[in-house]
């Protein structure tokens, strides 16, 4: 990742939702829905991991009085570990911009992956007194957490618990990965050009989410074979082409339902079911609950 220089500027602050969920763990959100850039600070020492996700809008992280930015983008993520320096966080929120952040202690993380510290590259033996920085892509799953978390609306006296649940759901599905697409197994994924074909197929199938083409034609049309679409889109994405389809037609459906200006047939329609009872099936499979009783819970 690329640290670019960048200049602090004259810019009202604002305060961070914090929830502590347990001894060396606790998750920051913050909502920027107005019309100006809101700088949020918090001291974090070298103890601490950063995981940073930009579910709307754009935000950038300075470092040293400003000397350098990270910056992050809607749908992507950031994680940041350096055991050799303080990581205070001094962010720059743009306008209309959501953020969702998990701090979590080296101990109580290295904890959770006791059993197989290599599963993680920056917990190996070789790796672990190293800094750590790196970007990411959000997946629907990963997406409907984070608006669970940003639009929390229940009873205030079980918040903590709640994120408690969510903030460890967020981190499976963030190191989620295939067991039998590993990279170094597929080396055709170090290809850049592959790559790039690989996001020309979520692209595609995002763009037709109500029609999407069948595997063999995504395939065609990026110029892979149907076993390296397969592979790689998995390694990539973490989940199979339709597995990640289907999230992301939830993902829509959940906010199309929010706006208000659908009813239930109609939103089913635009994600691309020919029948009420077939959306309503997906929808609860995915929700545990009905597009109709989701819609008055969220009123």
């Known amino acids: ?9 004259s810019i009202a602050t604002g305060t961070f939702d914090e929830v502590k969920l347990e001894e060396g763990f606790f998750v920051l959100t913050s909502k920027n829905d107005g019309i100006n850039t809101k700088v949020i600070e918090r001291e974090i020492d070298s103890s601490y991991i950063q995981f940073h996700f930009c579910n709307k809008g754009s935000a950038a992280f300075m470092f040293n009085q400003g000397s350098y930015t990270l910056n992050i983008n ?8 350096n055991p050799q320096h303080d990581l205070p966080i001094h962010l720059e929120l743009q306008p209309h911009s959501w953020l969702v952040s998990l701090v979590i202690s080296i101990e109580k993380f290295h904890a959770l992956f006791s059993d197989d510290a290599n599963y ?3 917990l ?52 989620n990965r295939s067991e039998d697409a590993d990279i170094e197994q597929c080396p055709y994924l170090v290809d850049e050009v592959n790559v790039a074909k690989l996001k020309k197929a ?96 969220s009123s």
């Not at 990742?1 to 500027?9: I, P, W």
């Not at 809607?74 to 570990?81: I, Q």
């Not at 608006?147 to 649940?165: D, E, P, V």
């Open 1 to 9: 990742m690329k640290l670019e220089k960048s200049t602090l500027k």
């Open 74 to 81: 809607e749908e992507t993520s950031l994680l940041l570990y």
């Open 120 to 122: 993680v590259t920056f």
């Open 124 to 175: 190996t033996d070789d790796n672990k007194d190293k800094k750590y920085y790196k970007d990411g892509i959000i997946s629907p799953s990963m997406a409907v957490v984070l608006n669970q978390l940003i639009s929390f609306n229940l009873n205030s006296s079980i918040k903590a618990l709640y994120f408690k649940g969510k903030a460890y759901e967020l981190l499976s599905l963030f190191f």
């Open 202 to 297: 979520k692209d595609i199938i995002i763009a037709n989410l109500a029609e999407p083409p069948t595997l063999q034609e995504l395939a065609d049309e990026i110029d892979l074979s149907l076993k390296k679409l397969k592979e790689g889109f998995k390694q990539i994405y973490g989940d199979s082409v339709f597995s990640f389809l289907f999230d992301y037609k939830m993902e829509v459906a959940r906010k199309l339902l929010e706006s208000g200006d659908y009813n239930v047939n109609e939103v089913g329609l635009k994600v691309g079911y020919s029948t009420g009872s077939h959306f309503i099936a997906a929808f609860k499979k995915k929700f545990g609950t009905t597009p109709k009783k989701y819609i008055m819970g």
